[in-house]
C-alpha cells in the first residue's frame, strides 16, 4: 500500500464510522421501529414522511455489511432493519415487498416494483451473509422465485419492470416521474444482476448459477452499448432514447465484473472486463467535470441534461475508477478515484449534520433547503448505500 493510498483509506474509515453510520444509527432511527423517512439538507428530520421499501432494504444492507466487516458494534442496528424490512414491508398474502409506506406501516403503494424486490434480495441475503440468520436467506430465496415466476421474459431476454400488488400488469411501470413509461430498463436489470450477485454467496442453486449466467449476457448484449449504457427499452429491447447517465456507467462497470467473478465463468468474466473497461474509459473522457467530479446526465450529443452535482454518481465513479485502475494499471484511472474522493470530501460531505448532500450545485455550492426540497440528506432514494458501500469497497480495495 502506498502512503496516499494508506491516507486515504484512513479518511474514508473515518467518513463511514464517524460520519455515515451514526447519522443513520442516531438521526434517522425511528425509536417506533424502522427508519424516519425524511431530513432535508438543514438537518430536521420529517418523522410523518413516506418509508420507501428500497431505502429501507437498503439501509439493511449497509448495517448487515457493517456488521460483517466493521464488528459486532453495529449488530443491533442490523436486526432493527431486518426486523422492520420483514414486518412491515413485505406482503404476507401475495409475497414480496410494497412499494411505499406510510409513518405507521400501512401500504401507500402495494404495487411490485422488480426494482424493489431485487433489493430486499440484496438486503436479505447480506443479513444472512453476516449473521447467519435462516430466516432472512429463505426470504431471499423466496423473493428470487416471485422474480422468475412473473417479471422473467423467457422469450426475449430480462425482466419486465412492475407488476400490481397480485403480480397481474400494470400501464404505468414506472420507477420514478423522470422515467420513461418503458417495460424493460437498464436500472432493473443492473440491480437485478447485483442482487443476484449477493444471493450466489450465501445459495449456489442452479437455477440461481442459470438465471444470473443469462442476465449478465443479456446486459452485455442488449443493454452496453459502445461504452454506455441503454437506458429503457421496449419488449424486444428495442432502445427508447439516447440519454447517458454518467453514475449508472460507472456503476455497472465494476457491478458487471464482480457478478461475472462471483459467478466464475471464465468467458463472462473476459466479456465484462472488457466492457468494463471501455465503460470507464468512456466516463474518463467524457463525464468527469474539471473539479474532478462526475457529471450526472446528458443528452446522446453530450449536452448535459442536469448540471447539479448528485450524490450517487461520486460514490460510484470512486469504486469504478478504482476498479479500472485494478484491471489496467492505468494511473489515469488511479487518479481519477482520488479526484473524486478529494471532492466528495471537501464539498459533498456534510460536517454539521452528518450524511453527503443529496446534490449540490454546479460550482460545488450546497443548497439550503428553501432553495432546494430535493437537496436533501434522507429521502425516498437517498440512504447510506451508494456512499456506504463506496466506503465498504474502498476499504478492501486500498489495504494493498
Not at 444492507?61 to 442490523?78: C, H, K, P
Not at 400501464?171 to 417495460?183: A, F, G, Q, Y
Not at 450545485?361 to 425516498?380: I, M, N, Q, S, V
Request: proline fraction near 4%; hydrophobic fraction near 40%; aromatic fraction near 10%.
Amino acid at each position: 500500500m502506498t502512503a496516499d493510498d494508506e491516507g486515504m483509506r484512513e479518511e474514508i474509515r473515518r467518513e463511514l464510522t464517524e460520519n455515515i453510520l451514526p447519522f443513520w444509527q442516531g438521526r434517522m432511527r425511528d425509536p417506533n421501529g424502522g427508519f424516519f423517512g425524511a431530513a432535508n439538507c438543514d438537518g430536521i428530520v420529517d418523522k410523518t414522511a413516506p418509508r420507501a421499501s428500497v431505502v429501507n432494504a437498503r439501509i439493511l444492507w449497509t448495517f448487515a455489511t457493517a456488521t460483517r466487516v466493521l464488528g459486532a458494534s453495529y449488530r443491533a442496528t442490523a436486526d432493527w432493519a431486518f426486523d422492520d424490512l420483514r414486518t412491515r414491508f413485505v406482503d404476507g398474502e401475495h409475497g414480496g415487498l410494497y412499494w411505499l409506506i406510510d409513518a405507521d406501516g400501512r401500504p401507500l403503494s402495494d404495487r411490485k416494483q422488480i426494482y424493489a424486490q431485487a433489493f430486499a434480495i440484496y438486503a436479505f441475503s447480506e443479513y444472512a451473509r453476516a449473521t447467519g440468520n435462516r430466516d432472512s436467506l429463505r426470504l431471499a430465496i423466496e423473493l428470487f422465485h416471485l422474480i422468475e415466476k412473473h417479471a422473467a421474459d423467457r422469450g426475449r431476454g430480462g425482466y419486465i419492470e412492475a407488476l400490481g400488488r397480485a403480480w397481474g400488469p400494470l400501464d404505468d411501470m414506472r420507477l420514478s416521474d423522470k422515467d420513461l413509461n418503458s417495460p424493460k430498463s437498464m436500472n432493473t436489470h443492473l440491480h437485478v444482476m447485483e442482487a443476484y450477485t449477493n444471493l450466489l454467496r450465501v445459495w449456489r442453486d442452479p437455477a440461481l448459477v442459470a438465471r444470473q449466467a443469462d442476465l449478465i449476457a443479456v446486459t452485455l448484449d442488449r443493454i452496453v452499448d459502445a461504452g454506455h449504457f441503454r437506458l429503457f427499452f421496449d419488449m424486444d429491447w428495442r432502445p427508447l432514447g439516447d440519454h447517458v447517465s454518467y453514475g449508472h456507467d460507472i456503476e455497472g462497470s465494476w457491478l458487471l465484473v464482480e457478478a461475472a467473478e462471483v459467478l466464475g465463468d471464465a468467458a463472462l468474466i473476459a466479456r465484462a472486463r472488457e466492457a468494463a473497461i471501455l465503460m470507464a474509459e468512456r466516463t474518463l473522457a467524457e463525464g468527469r467535470d474539471r473539479d474532478g467530479s462526475l457529471h450526472y446526465e446528458a443528452h446522446g450529443d453530450g449536452r448535459l441534461i442536469d448540471a447539479d452535482k448528485h450524490w450517487w454518481p461520486q460514490a460510484e465513479a470512486l469504486v469504478g475508477f478504482r476498479n479500472a485502475f485494478e484491471m489496467t494499471g492505468d494511473a489515469a484511472f488511479r487518479d481519477a478515484a482520488r479526484d473524486v474522493w478529494a471532492f466528495i470530501r471537501d464539498k459533498l460531505t456534510d460536517r454539521a449534520h452528518g450524511e453527503w448532500h443529496a446534490k449540490l450545485k454546479p460550482d460545488g455550492r450546497p443548497y439550503t433547503a428553501a432553495e432546494d426540497p430535493d437537496a436533501c440528506l434522507a429521502g425516498p432514494w437517498k440512504c447510506p448505500y451508494h456512499n456506504g458501500r463506496a466506503c465498504f469497497e474502498m476499504l478492501e480495495r486500498l489495504k494493498g
